[in-house]
């Protein structure tokens, strides 16, 4: 897997750089190229000669060094290379990269850089734990960088623990292969537009309260995920709720199924819709403008109205994705019900799960699922709610292939 890549290490000066020389030992062993930048405190921590040694190349510092400058240019060093891991990502080198600053050679590379970025946490689990810092690391996600850890466990500051610790050098290595093996898999959506629903609606019935369906967006939020990962664009309409929006996904969040509807006709035109929304069924009949008092007598009634049916809307569409996907969360008479709503949603398949309270589907990571089609019924082994995802993914791929 890592045989003739060309990594380059951007080391920060932090007590876990030495660790560090085990990941370049590790890498090379793998057969991979591996050219070292220290930051000019990572010479504090690790020495050029030892770096140089482990890496057999020359290591790189300086910006202003004319004997490297002529050596190979720092605008070289980054782009020349399929991978730049910076480990250890001191709580400063990663404000510096969030920031685009170029104070020295490593900076100065990351920006200029064009391949990959990994970076490897390491600091103090107060550090870490700041808003800054925070803020900093979600910067550089939404830049596109990606991240192994921190780990969690023992500090070098005497008793203290947390969430800050370089991750081990062979979760590191791990981490670097399994970079490698995403980027070579194949992008069976590639120049798709995926449109994906999740997660809950919520239905006003005063200021303060609401009626809602259980849902964790688990599985929808997994499919939009699966389908970034097959190289597709997504865009993920989605309710309420308290997981993380997936990487690589245009989240567009609603509230109600009136907006959720709104949204996902706006997203259009896309060649494939997931509709995996728990999409609430009836609205309160008006929103109360204030407060609804608690008076003495009786409780006050609940009017409903009907909700539009996304998924029936979509699929009876003339701008109806090339293929849509629907699901069913029943109690009873799974397979019978879904089938019913194949006609009913216009749906190329439904994928039907049981949701009794006994299965713990709700808010759990697995889930068994049935896929209903014109074809008939298709019935998949317990699987986790990512693996449900990979496969519904490359059905749809075949679909549109
Ligand atoms: O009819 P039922 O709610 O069981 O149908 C479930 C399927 O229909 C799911 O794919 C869900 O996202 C979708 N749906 C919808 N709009 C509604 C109700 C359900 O898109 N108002």
Redesign the pocket.
Known sequence: MLAGKRILIVIGGGIAAYKVLEVIRRLKERGATVRVILTRSAKEFVTPITVGALSGETVFSELFNPAEEQDIGHIVLSRDTDLILVAPATANLIARMANGLADELATASLLAAAAPIIACPAMNQRMWAHPATQRNAARLLADGVRFIGPAEGRMAERGEAGVGRLSEPMDIVAGVEAFFAAAATPKPLAGRHVLV?SGP?IEPIDPVRFITNRSSGKQGHAVAAAAARAGARVTLVSGPVSIADPAGVDVVRVET?LE??EA?FAALPADAAV???????WRPAGVAPQKIKKAAGDPPPLAFVE????????GHSDRRPKVV??????TTDVET?AGR?LQ??G?DC??ANDVSPEGGVFGGDRNSVRIVSAAGIDAWPTLSKDEVAERLIALIAGRLA
Do not use: H, Q, R, W
């Not at 509709?275 to 069924?281: E, H, N, R």
């Not at 909700?307 to 979509?314: G, K, M, Q, V, Y």
């Open positions: 629903t609606t199924a959720m509807l996902v509709m995996a929304a728990a999409v609430s069924d909700n539009p049916d996304i998924l029936a809307s979509l996907v629907g699901f069913a969360a029943e019900n709503k009913a949603k749906a439904i994928v």
